[in-house]
């Protein structure tokens, strides 16, 4: 498997609080990827970064930012959860991109927001 | 942005059989499509991709076919096992580096 891991893996908050998911890897791929998943929608992409500091939305961005300082990590933060963002989240990472290159997935964290 | 459709959502088959599973998408500039089997409460991994200059590609007892005028593209699953049930997702890649998912596949294979 490819060096990615996300942390936490599990977490429970509170509506209104924020929450800072990781992604950290180490294949220094340029490309890196949130997602989040929910039955019957798939997998959603969230946020994309294509190099340090470079970043872009994707389809559900509303609720989310992201920041990427270094190559290795890319991190998700909710600065006020709500209900609805209660979902799993995968970081996922490529080498190439939309360039034909395959995407390696985190193992996911499951976030609950009460 | 890319839309991507999968059909169906939910496929139930007899060990020995084969299983398709449908994507339509709707960018023509889309030009990678690969498939992702994701299993019980692990993560999505790659089991097989197409480039947009081919029209089938085969991988043991799994293969994909491409259709880029009518821009859909199918997974091709034979002599089913049970371990071959999981969930599975199509997606589509086109020039912004953006890789869009359909909303998966259900597989179960009934022993």
């Known amino acids: 498997d490819a060096g990615i891991t996300q942390s936490p893996r599990h977490k429970v908050t509170e509506t209104g609080t924020p929450v800072t998911l990781r992604c950290h890897q180490t294949e220094n791929h340029r490309y890196m990827y949130w997602y989040r998943q929910d039955p019957g929608h798939g997998l959603r992409l969230i946020h994309y970064?294509?190099?340090?500091?470079?970043?872009d939305k994707g389809e559900v961005s509303d609720g989310y930012s992201v920041s990427r300082s270094k190559t290795e990590d890319f991190l998700l933060t909710l600065e006020s959860a709500t209900s609805s963002q209660t979902s799993v989240y995968f970081c996922?990472?490529?080498?190439?991109?939309?360039?034909?290159?395959?995407?390696?997935f985190g193992e996911g964290s499951r976030l609950t927001v009460l | 942005g890319e839309n991507v459709e999968q059909h169906p959502s939910t496929l139930s088959v007899q060990e020995g059989d084969s299983a398709v599973i449908k994507c339509t998408y709707s960018?023509?500039?889309?030009?990678?499509f690969p498939w992702y089997k994701q299993e019980l409460g692990k993560r999505p991994q790659l089991i097989i991709d197409?480039?947009?200059?081919?029209g089938e590609k085969k991988d043991q007892r799994i293969a994909v076919t491409l259709n880029k005028t009518a821009k859909h593209f199918s997974l091709h699953i034979t002599e089913t096992q049970p371990e071959d049930s999981a969930v599975y997702f199509c997606?589509?890649?086109?020039?912004?580096?953006?890789?869009?998912f359909g909303t998966g596949t259900s597989l179960t294979v009934i022993p």
């Open positions: 960018d023509s500039a889309s030009n990678y």
């Open positions: 997606a589509a890649i086109s020039t912004g580096n953006q890789f869009y």
């Open positions: 970064s294509y190099g340090v500091k470079d970043t």
């Open positions: 197409i480039r947009s200059n081919v």
């Open positions: 996922a990472i490529s080498e190439s991109g939309g360039n034909t290159g395959e995407l390696f």
